[in-house]
């Protein structure tokens, strides 16, 4: 298993105010590309924003000397931040050209970028709007394999499929934290199967009890302060503790 280095009195998964507030603060860009013509569905796109965020944490490029670790690592010293924004056409090509890993699901197209600064934002990222991503789902979605990761949303809140997606983001990454290195490389080279559905109302109390890794958000937009938005329920979470503090949880954009 291994070992978190950071003290979980000074975790960036905790809602309370830290010495993370005082350090510079960075966001993790996210942007989906929704074609005026041709939207994904929203489930399709939450669930490809999750594994975005788990594909730019495993990536090579993110870790030791790697060229993004530098950013990786001033972003997880402060709060963990993500934001949303969309893009069509030629925006999305100039978005494409950018440093990035794109992750594509049955439709989506979601591409991460290395963390910037909160007010540093790439011109040509800093120009795309973050409203505008609400989407649909055409049919509703099938139910999730249980023997598989599944980030289950609060069925009390609404919220945009921006907002949606980086929640899920959140969720897949405190997941991620609390796996060994075990688990991690067979999540990676599995493509990191996951599913994002809506908790039925009479489930979503156990789940936020359980213990599972559980988001709550900062209440910078859309919804309140301390609201719990997702619980990240993986297999081998829920096989054996992880942890000592009880359910982990972010601050969030």
Known sequence: MSEDPTPV????FR????????APQFVLPLVVRIERADPPPRTDALETAARAVLTILADERSAGEGEWAGAMRDWQDARIR?????ARGAEW?????????TVTGKSAEVRVFPPVPLDGWPKDLARLQVSGTDLDDPEPPVDADPAAPVLWLNPD??????????QAGHAAQLAWWELSDEERTAWREAGFPLA???????????????????????GFTEI???SCTVVADHPALREEPHGTSGPASTRSE
């Open 9 to 12: 009195s000074d975790s960036p």
């Open 15 to 22: 809602s309370e105010p830290s010495s993370r507030d005082e």
């Open 82 to 86: 993500k934001v949303v924004r969309r």
């Open 93 to 101: 090509r100039r978005a494409e050209a950018l440093d990035g890993i």
């Open 157 to 166: 809140l609404g919220m945009s499929a921006g907002k949606a997606m980086a």
């Open 196 to 218: 994002v559905r809506t908790a039925d109302a009479d489930r979503w109390p156990g789940l936020t009890g359980s213990g599972l890794p559980l988001v709550r958000d900062a």
């Open 224 to 226: 309140a302060p301390g």
